[in-house]
Structure formats: structure tokens, C-alpha cells
């Protein structure tokens, strides 16, 4: 939650980092706000309640000023108002902070501070932070020094950038929990919260890890730890073309996303089919053979969309790897000291590779003996650095809040990874192998002709827009993407919806079914086909507005649905990857017409670095 910028160069700070604040808008939307250094022992700091155009309409974007940091905020702390905006300050003004995360004793801090004298403008934790720098350089410390001794201060978690009137050529910068990268140009630093808005003005960036603090001029970047001992933290080079991250003609990033989903998928499969039909998969793990098939059992842990992945992941694995897996809610896992005996394997699937109940979850299994593998979107991020093995999901930067491309790159992966375990286990039949691998060759052809069901759905979209519930059913590999049909729906529409087994339907949401809710069927022509039919009937028998997926040519939902879409015929366990698309547009094309904000979606925020 939350987007830190920060930039020290030669070029106007505030478009600059109004720039980069706006790459980041995805992490929180609710005010914004920027400190620029005037250069005369003051900073000009401007701040708006509401998206960032309101913080744009205020500011000067021709300010001379060349340093400064700025915030987009997703509410933890006091509601947002332009109060409670970031950057806060000291009493004087002199010492500016913007903070991604909690302080989890900011109200002992408060109380101590106010005892010394201090007021506080805002409701924020963060505010008691530039309060407590201004305090300490009162007693005597030096900025630096200030800086670092709040840092021991604080408990809770924390992306940090602080700077000071009176030595405007350094911002200080802290990270233990959310991310923290620095960009290195020529005479210029910049930070911010992610890599993509870095780069639009360099690819060589620097992952500060937790622990860190870093100084960062003109000339470049110190980074030591908590104590101020030197710290080597490479440079890399990100690949990522900036291009990607912008809009690219589409109405909005969910909708660009969608459409990206067969070149992302191709992207994912890319070098890891294997050429040969007896070679094996080639996925990059370091685990050896023997190491794989010690593998006992196998536990994921998730949160939302990915999630679901998760579930979808399990059925996979124990089809063809013949291995127990558990899938969890990561904020629930870390929480319940699970049983790891020897032999598991911890994998953590995120998109971003920054949410904290995911990072908890993975380290407590990790300190317990498991082996840890993340599936992650973004290289470098702390998922990647935590886990001993890491497979990316190659689907590009995902700016839409809802995940799309994101998700159904995690089912590519994780199909690969359970013929990779099955292969190491000698559980996968040669035959089914071989057919698995040919239907994942053509998902992305099959995925590019599913954006030619678009229409129909806009259709189904303008005729349930006003629906007040929406009820998904699936079976089998498909039962977790009806759960990830509703998820969708609910997050960029404000319709309320469920997804169940449909088996589960008749033990307590046929309740629900009456004339008004629209029923949305997943039933490929698979082993659950029949028994999915059967559910479908006690739903029509009862009024429900029946709205299929199904396999092209299979008549058995005519009777019965309002609407029957025909998807391509792949193999049963790709199934997920294909259905998925049609729910992200149906959910897409409602939040168009109900005039919701697609991209940034009220209340959330793409990446959840709090608990
Ligand atoms: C997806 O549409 C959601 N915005 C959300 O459920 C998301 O999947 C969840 O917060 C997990 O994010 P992650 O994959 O980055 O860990």
C-alpha cells in the first residue's frame, strides 16, 4: 500500500515525480503529495485529498526546485483527507518523510513526544516519524544520525524517504518490509516503490533489502545497515520495456491486460516446453532429482487471485504428481502454526511478490525446515529474494488493480511445474504428458480467439449490470475460477457475488436462486460434465438465469441457459486458463457500464504490504 517517489538530479523535481507517483497509483489512490527542496532552508509541499489529478491541479509543475519525495496513499492510519496526506513534517517544517507501512508504536511515540511538547497536525503513525528526527536533532544529533536512531525507534514495517531543508542534496531512505528501489542515472538518483517508474529514466537499479539505509545524492548512493556499517548491494539492469506499463490505446490497464493474456502466456511457456518430447521440462529450480522426489507434501499459501491459483495448482499437483497439497490464506497460515513436517515444500504465489501476509507465511514455513519456492511477477521483489527458488511468471508489469494476465500466467506456471514434479515423481503418464504439453503450445492461440467473444459479453454485461448478486459455479479445476469469476466481479463492479463447488450449490446457496440471479455456468465437456448438467437443472427448476461456458459444440446447456458462450475443446486441466478469460471481460464490461473506476478499484490496492 502506498507509492514512494524520490529524486535528487538536475531536472524539475515536480513533474518528475508527479510522473512517477502516477506509475504508482495502482499502490493507493485515496490523496497524494509532494515536498520540494526550495533550496532556502524550506521545502514547498503540496498536498490533495482524492486521486492525484486533484494533487496535479494544485501544483506547479514548472517549480525550479531539482529534489524532492512524494506519496500516493492507500489509508491505514486516520481517514484521507489532505491532513493525513503524505509527506508530513516536523513543527517546523524543516524535516519531511513520506512512509509506506505502519509504525506499529506510533501512539506511544505521539505520547512520548507530546510530553516533550510536540503537536501533531494529523491522525497518521507516520507523522509521529519527522516529529521524533526534529526531536532527536534538538538534543543534538545530526540528521543522519537523527535519521537512524527514529529507525531504532520504530516497530512495525516501513518504505521510508525522509529529507531535511537545511541539506536538500540527500534523501535518506529506510526499508524493512514494503520494497524500496533506486534508480542510478547521470547526476541524478531516483526511488521509488517499484522499478516502473525508474523506468521511463534508467534501467540500472538498485533492490534495497531489509535493513537497509540508504543516502542518496547527486553522485549516487551509500547503503549500510541499521548500525551504519557499509552494506554491497549490486546494481541491475531490468529489462522491462516502459512501454508495456502505459495504456497502449485501451480504455484502461484491466481491459490492455485481458488482451495481453496470449502473448503473456506465450511469454511464460517461452524456453520451458521441452523441445524434444523425452526431455524434461525445463523449469529453473535448484533443487536436484533426489530433492524432488523427497519431496512428502506441499504446501501454498496465497492471497486473493492468487490464491485461487493456488487451488488450481493443488488439483494439478496431486493429478500429476501423486504429492498431498495443502493450499492456505496466507494471513490465516502464519497464524496457526502449521504442521511442516520434513519433506515440505513451502510454495508462495504472488503477483507482486510484496504482500505481507505471503512474505509471513513463507518465512514462518521456512523457519520451520520447509523448502521455499515463490511464483512471482516481479523479479527482485522480496518473494524472489525470500524464496530459495523462484519461477517468474514473465506476464509484464500488471498495473490494473484486478489481476488478470498475472493469474492465469501463475496457472501456466504452476501446469508446468506439476509435470515438472510428476516427471521427477514418475506418477505422469507419457501419453497424458505429451498431450498436456501440446495444449499448452496452443493456449495462446486459443486464449487470442476468445478476445472475439468480447461482444457477446458485453452483451451479457448490458443485460445483468443492475443484477444485485451474481452466483458462479464450477466443478473440478474449474471450481476455483468461478471462485476468481466472483472475485473479479466484486472488486471493479461493487456486485456482490459467490463462487461455489456446484455440487456444494444445493447445501445452502440454492437458497438464493430465484428469478433475478444470474447464474454464471462453467461446464467443459470434462469428467464433471454430467454431474455440473445435473446441478444446472436444480438451478433452472428454480428460476435462475442460467449463462454458460462451454465446450464448442456441446447442445446440453441450449435447453435450460439464457445465454450459452463456446469456448475451444483443450484438454480438461487447461480448462482454467481458458474460462478464465471470458469472467475477467464479463466483470470488465458491468464495471464499464456501472461507471466504476476499472483500474483502481474503491478501497483496494494492488499490492497489500500490511496485514
Ligand atoms: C486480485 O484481483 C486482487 N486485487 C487481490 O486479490 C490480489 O490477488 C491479492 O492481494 C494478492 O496479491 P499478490 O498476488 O500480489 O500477492
Redesign the pocket.
Known sequence: MCGIVGYIGHQGAAALLLDGLQSLEYRGYDSAGLALASGEGAFRVTRASGKLSNLRGKLDLHDPSTQGIGHTRWATHGRPTEENAHPHRSADGKIVAVHNGIFENFLELRRELQAEGAVFQSETDTEAFPVLVAHLMAQGATFTQAFRQSLGKVTGIYALACMHADDPTRVLAARSGPPLVIGLGEGEVFLASDVVPLLRHTRKVIFLEDGDVAELTREGVIVTDLAGNPVVREAQHIPFDPVAAEKGGFKHFMQKEIFEQPQAVSNTLLNRLPVESRDFIPLELPFSESDLRALQRIHIV????????GLVGKFLIEQLARTAVEVDY?SEYRYREPVIPEGTLII????????A??LAAMKEAASRGARTLAI???MGSS?TRLAEATLLTHAGPEI?????K??TT?LAVLTLLALRLGEAKGTVDPALRAELLQGLRSLPAHLEHLSGLEPRLVRWAHQFKEAKDFLYLGRGPLYPIAL?GA??LK??SYIHAEGYPAGEMKHGPIALIDRDLPVVALMPKDAHREKTLSNLQEAAARDGRILGLVTAGDPGLSAIAEDVIELPEVHPWLTPILYALPLQLLAYHIAVLRGCDVDQ?RN?????TVE
Open positions: 496465497a492471497c486473493g487471485t492468487s490464491w485461487h491459483a496466507a508462495g504465489i504472488t503477483q507482486s511478490g510484496e504482500t501476509d505471503t512471482c511477477n516481479v518473494a490494473g488493480v484486478a489481476s488478470t498475472a493469474f501463475q476468481e472475485l473479479k472488486e471493479i478499484p483496494l490496492a494492488k499490492s497489500v
